[in-house]
């Protein structure tokens, strides 16, 4: 019997999303897919609502987190969090926002407590959650003060890493407009986040001296300030401190000539200025295949790399291909030594 510290804990996301049908099918299809244990924390009868919809007769059992690991053979474990929901597959309601950010907390804990190996997240609808308050940017920023609450004494500065089989990026500053990153960017923040990303490379991939690549902010990274003076002035002296350190980064790169296949093997994770600049080539070469990893924190985070999808949510066609790489990449990266 699986012990309840190798069991993922999941938190079902928006549940008008395609969360608990990711979940449901995952579980459904977890020895073809070899997946390891993993418990949900959400409402059971949306989960049994969900799994009658789409057609599927997938045994949903109310179960503790400590429950859960000799639960999963048979059926899928669901912890209860918030009050009883409906099953509205595509319709937004603020009324789920609380049990949205409950099953998110209830994770943590139970990652904190030893009761779960670590923390795959569905996706949440961050709009639906503003209009009851919800203050943070995105699950990454939230995750980064849930971090600093549950784990006081350990250094919390979450970064985002997109994770594929081709390519691993990470973009320096996220969930702002691109108006605001220039003033944004400096070069301390380009070395802490560069810091962040070779540590967890060597404690969490293996890397023993991870190869980062450094992308410019401008057009053809500036050409040496015609084009904009921060690739110049920001960007090459973030390079030349992180190198003073021991670290390979290179750079900075024009952006449009770095991710063709001869270019990327060239590095093993690229950052980026901005969101997009780094996301769109990530999610082009690897879409059903990426993960996001929340590096940085004291717990490990990964999350299925696309959003609620409430189109598909209930009818049958969600890929689940990304989300079963999130469990796996989970897995692995609560356990270092098996790299």
């Not at 849930?146 to 089989?165: C, D, F, S, T």
């Not at 401190?241 to 750079?251: H, P, T």
């Not at 990327?264 to 997009?276: F, I, V």
Request: net charge negative.
């Amino acid at each position: 019997m699986a012990r309840s510290q190798e069991t993922l804990a999941v938190s079902m996301g928006e549940p008008a999303g395609i969360g608990p049908d990711l979940a449901l099918l995952a579980w459904a299809n977890r020895k073809n897919l070899k997946l390891p244990g993993f418990y949900v924390r959400g409402d059971v009868e949306l989960f049994r609502q969900r799994s009658a919809r789409l057609g599927m007769d997938v045994p949903v059992e109310a179960a503790t987190p400590e429950e859960a690991a000799g639960l999963f053979s048979r059926a899928l474990p669901l912890v209860q969090t918030g009050p009883a929901l409906e099953d509205r597959p595509g319709e937004e309601q603020a009324a789920t926002a609380q049990s949205v950010v409950s099953a998110i907390e209830g994770c943590v804990d139970d990652v904190r407590k030893g009761l779960a190996s670590s923390l795959v997240t569905c996706p949440i609808n961050k709009s639906a959650l503003y209009k009851t308050g919800f203050s943070f940017p995105g699950h990454t920023e939230y995750l980064g003060a849930l971090a600093e609450k549950n784990w006081p004494n350990a250094p919390a500065r979450p970064v985002m890493m997109i994770a594929g089989p081709d390519l691993m990026v990470v973009p320096v500053t996220i969930h702002i407009p691109l108006k605001d990153v220039p003033e944004t960017l400096t070069t301390e923040l380009i070395v802490e986040t560069a810091e962040i990303t070779a540590a967890d490379l060597k404690t969490r991939f293996g890397f023993t001296a991870p190869r980062l690549a450094i992308c410019g902010l401008n057009p053809h990274a500036g050409e040496n300030g015609s084009m904009g003076t921060e690739d110049r002035d920001v960007i090459a002296p973030a390079i030349e401190q992180l190198r003073a350190k021991g670290i390979d980064a290179s750079g900075p790169h024009p952006a449009d000539t770095l991710f063709h296949p001869p270019a990327r093997t060239g590095y093993d994770c690229a950052l980026g200025m901005y969101h997009d600049q780094v996301l769109v080539p990530a999610k082009t070469i690897g879409f059903d295949d990426s993960v996001n990893v929340t590096l940085g924190l004291p717990f490990v985070r990964t999350s299925p790399d696309h959003g609620t999808a409430y189109s598909l949510a209930g009818t049958g066609r969600v890929r689940i291909n990304s989300f079963a790489a999130s469990l796996r990449m989970a897995d692995a990266l609560a356990h270092p030594e098996r790299f």
